[in-house]
Every structure is written in C-alpha cells, then in structure tokens.
C-alpha cells in the first residue's frame, strides 16, 4: 500500500519568502506529526495532530511555523518569512492511532533550502 | 523530561563483524523505545521497538536490541554486519502520555569495511 508521501521533495527559496510543505499520510492514520531534521541531527518534533485538531505544538520554534489538517488526512506546514536558519529537511509521519505503542511511519521528507 | 543520548556519532566495522550501536535514555516513566535507521535520501525506517513486552527485541535484518532497566539503556545489535547495514542510525524514545511524540537521539552513522 502507499505510504506517507511529501511534496515537494526538494524546495529552494530566497530569505523572506513564504513556503508551503504538504503531507500526505498513510489512508486511515488519525495521528499526524511534523519533524525537522538539520543537518548532522536526529528529528525534532515540531507538532501533532490528532484529526483536524493541533494536539500539540510546542515544537514549533515560533510563529512563522503553522500547520494545518483542515479534513483530518492532508497536512500542510506553512514558514513565513523564511530565514537561512529554517534550512533543513522536513519529515511528517502518520501512526494509526496516535498511542505510544502505534509505530510511527514516516515520509521521505522535503529538503528546504533557504538562499 | 524525556531524552536519548547515543553514543559514537560515526562507527566502523568489518564486513561479518558484531555491529554495537549504543543508546542509553532517561525517562521518569517507562518508556516505550525505538531503532529506525536511515538511509540516504530516504526516509527513516523502523527496525524494531520496545513496548514493555519482551527485554530481547528482535527485528528486520538480523538486528536486535536489549532493552536494560538497570542501565537505562537501548543498545541496538547485528551479529554479522552487511555491505548494506551502512546508513544512519536513530534511537528514539516515545512519550507515554499526550501526544506520543518521539524524541531523538542525534544519530550513528555505521560504515561497513570490506
């Protein structure tokens, strides 16, 4: 079956511009979560839906991050205002339920490039 | 607070050598605990987890990992390394309440030799 897809895979773009990472996750996962992986890191959490709802976006590393989950299936994480620091690549992952015990599953990640 | 911490951020081995990957955590409850490995250009793949089950995790493979109260730790084992066991590694340690989000440690990168 399909499993989490990103797009764009890759995406350059000028300081101060606005960008759009979309995620789509795995058909019938309620669990949605955002990480951002720089270079020479593990992931960090960004944030988590459950549904439609932000469960949780701590993560977010201030208010130029967004993200959304209008119909509860496809996510998109939305940085205004892009600085070089914002450089790193993007993964989403999608789990069943959302429990500690439901295994994450995650998408080949977008490659944000900031010039 | 939770954390992981995985010691050697590069390892080396021979092909048909042990592959060790160290990953010791802290949690103030039990965790549940994760290997996924990551190859280039590609998104992270589970090996295995731990989810207060069975100590002795086996996963995909051959790799299997032990996970050890006592010394808090997650280390993740192979006992004969592959040409294509070379990636990145990442020990990971899952909230156990809210959100179940996971917390990652920075990586190992293994380098099979011929």
């Known amino acids: 079956g399909a499993g989490v897809s990103q797009t764009p895979s890759n995406k350059v773009t000028e300081k101060g511009k606005y960008v759009e990472l979309r995620c789509d996750p795995i058909s019938g996962h309620t669990a949605l979560y955002w990480y951002r992986q720089s270079l020479g890191q593990g992931p960090e959490f960004l944030i988590y839906?459950?549904?439609?709802?932000?469960?949780?976006d701590s993560g977010l590393p201030n208010d130029r991050f967004f993200a959304v989950r209008p119909e509860g299936s496809v996510s998109t994480l939305k940085i205004q205002r892009t600085e070089r620091g914002d450089s790193a690549v993007y993964l989403c992952a999608s789990s069943l339920r959302g429990g500690s015990r439901n295994e994450q599953f995650f998408g080949p990640g977008t490659r944000l490039t900031v010039l | 607070a939770q954390s992981v911490t995985q010691l050697g951020s590069h390892v080396s081995v021979s092909e048909g050598a042990l592959v060790l990957l160290r990953c010791n955590y802290s949690s103030s409850v039990p965790p549940y605990l994760f290997w996924y490995v990551q190859y280039p250009n590609q998104g992270l793949q589970l090996l295995l987890k731990?989810?207060?089950?069975?100590?002795l995790v086996k996963g995909i493979n051959g790799f299997e990992a032990e996970f050890k109260k006592s010394e808090t730790s997650f280390h993740l084992t192979k006992p004969s390394a592959h040409m294509s066991d070379a990636a990145e590694y990442f020990c990971a340690v899952s909230t156990t309440s809210g959100t179940y989000k996971y917390i990652f440690g920075t990586g190992t990168r293994l380098k099979v030799l011929a």
């Open positions: 731990y989810t207060s089950a069975a100590t």
């Open positions: 839906f459950q549904g439609t709802g932000a469960a949780d």
